[in-house]
């Protein structure tokens, strides 16, 4: 399996691979269940290599660890996942 972070370089860096809609899914701790956002709301910090913020629906950011990412889908397909 790559990384994540090649992962995520990839779908930023290469203008093939990258065409899609792309979403992740994250371990919630406080519901005990995986959250998926669109990779398009995920802020990454280029300087910051263990987390991310998402915003939720009522616009508070949160701070996501990138350890806690579980799955990566394109188009509706599953293409990478960590074992939960």
């Not at 005990?32 to 987390?51: A, G, K, N, T």
């Not at 701070?63 to 889908?73: F, L, T």
Request: glycine fraction near 6%.
């Amino acid at each position: 399996m790559i990384p994540l972070h090649e992962l995520l370089n990839r779908i930023h860096w290469d203008p093939e691979f990258g065409r899609g809609e792309f979403r992740i899914g994250y371990l919630d701790h406080a519901h005990d269940e995986l959250v998926y956002v669109p990779l398009d709301e995920v802020q990454r910090d280029p300087d910051s290599h263990f987390c991310f913020e998402v915003t939720d629906e009522e616009g508070i950011a949160h701070s996501v660890p990138y350890h806690r990412v579980k799955e990566v889908w394109k188009d509706g397909a599953l293409i990478w996942r960590r074992e939960h």
